[in-house]
């Protein structure tokens, strides 16, 4: 039987996996991460990332991606480049 995965519904995976798994999980954060970010350009999908913020995270996961509460230039400081959210067209 062929089964048809809805776009959306893998980004809504993933960015969930993102934004919920325990710090030490960035290895595989970033494995789907790539993967997805792939099959969207490919299709012509892709419309970027957005770093998430201390309150777009649950569960376990406490890095963060970015930290705009703070001073510009240290945005990043102490950061985790794997805590994105995937955006399509």
């Known amino acids: 039987m062929k089964k048809t995965v ?5 980004i809504n995976s993933v960015n969930q996996f993102n934004a919920s798994t325990q710090d030490n999980m ?3 954060r ?11 350009m490919d299709t012509g999908n892709y419309n970027g990332f957005m770093y998430l913020t201390e309150s777009e995270l ?3 996961a406490m890095s963060v991606g970015i930290r705009p ?21």
């Open 58 to 60: 649950t569960n376990d």
């Open 6 to 10: 809805k776009i959306s519904e893998l």
């Open 30 to 40: 970033e494995h789907l991460t790539l993967f997805v970010e792939r099959l969207l």
């Open 26 to 28: 960035q290895q595989a």
């Open 69 to 89: 509460d703070k001073a510009k230039e240290q945005w990043f400081d102490n950061t985790d480049h794997t805590r994105v959210k995937l955006i399509s067209k």
